[in-house]
């Protein structure tokens, strides 16, 4: 029917497009690759920008944009020094996965083919890219912890045999609550492996279902679908931008409180 257009549905592996010796290349990691020229060329335009004498619209709208984050951040951390400190991180984070999330939208591009298979496929849209993003992120939690709390404070807080020993030394009742205590810090360990399940599937979870809906929808009705459908993937990919950002921060802040706590 007119109002149909086919369309292949997209597959939770990525197609390997080449390989370089024994490391393939997928078509995630072309758009990861196009993602980062095209972070680097806004970062050279936004500095180019902020060098001359007088502002003009460009500079503008990218101070909104940094002065937005930084108001955001200093709500997260509650701190707005602390803020300003994971700006630059949580900045990069976002921009990376919201353009990530939304090139692949651009017209015509998902459309270029090499040896048969897609060229470029939306970023986000491979659990291996949202898995590295998230894995490198609850590390960095760890390394803050570490340096503001040290190696036996750090291992502290999942391991507290000093507060069992503490516990029974003053009674049988603190005791056992000290025990308590024990296991829930061990249960903090499958917490921090659970922060890097949730934050890459969320991620990739809802890019990959918006890839399928978005074929289900075209194959259905193609003329009246894409502009809607698609002011919604862009939407959804901004919301999903700040999500992970602001998770982000989030983590970080905690390490970062529970090491003030127990200086």
Do not use: C
């Amino acid at each position: 029917m007119f109002l149909q257009t086919p369309a292949e549905n997209p597959t939770v592996q990525p197609e390997t497009i080449f390989s370089i010796g024994n490391f393939p290349v997928t078509n995630a990691m072309i758009t990861a690759s196009l993602v980062t020229v095209v972070f680097l060329i806004i970062a050279l335009i936004a500095k180019k920008s902020s060098q001359k004498k007088y502002p003009g619209k460009l500079q503008t709208i990218f101070e909104i944009i940094v002065e937005s984050f930084r108001n955001l951040l200093a709500q997260i951390t509650g701190n707005r020094e602390r803020g300003d400190k994971l700006l630059p991180l949580i900045g990069a984070l976002f921009l990376f996965v919201g353009l990530g999330n939304l090139i692949a939208l651009l017209p015509g591009l998902t459309a270029i083919t090499y040896n048969g298979l897609p060229l470029f496929r939306t970023a986000t849209n491979d659990f291996n890219t949202t898995f590295a993003l998230a894995m490198a992120v609850v590390i960095l939690t760890h390394i803050v912890s570490l340096k503001q709390f040290g190696l036996f404070g750090h291992l502290g807080k999942f391991f507290k045999f000093k507060e069992v020993y503490l516990g029974f030394k003053k009674g049988i009742g603190e005791g056992v609550l000290s025990i308590i205590d024990f296991l829930i810090g061990l249960l903090d360990i499958v917490s921090e492996v659970a922060k890097v399940i949730s934050l890459s599937l969320r991620l990739f979870g809802n890019m990959f279902a918006g890839d399928i809906l978005t074929v289900i929808l075209f194959g259905a009705l193609a003329v009246l679908a894409p502009i809607p459908w698609l002011a919604m993937n862009l939407l959804v990919g901004v919301l999903q931008a700040l999500v992970f950002g602001a998770l982000s921060a989030a983590y970080y802040t905690l390490a970062i409180e529970v090491a003030e706590e127990q200086q």
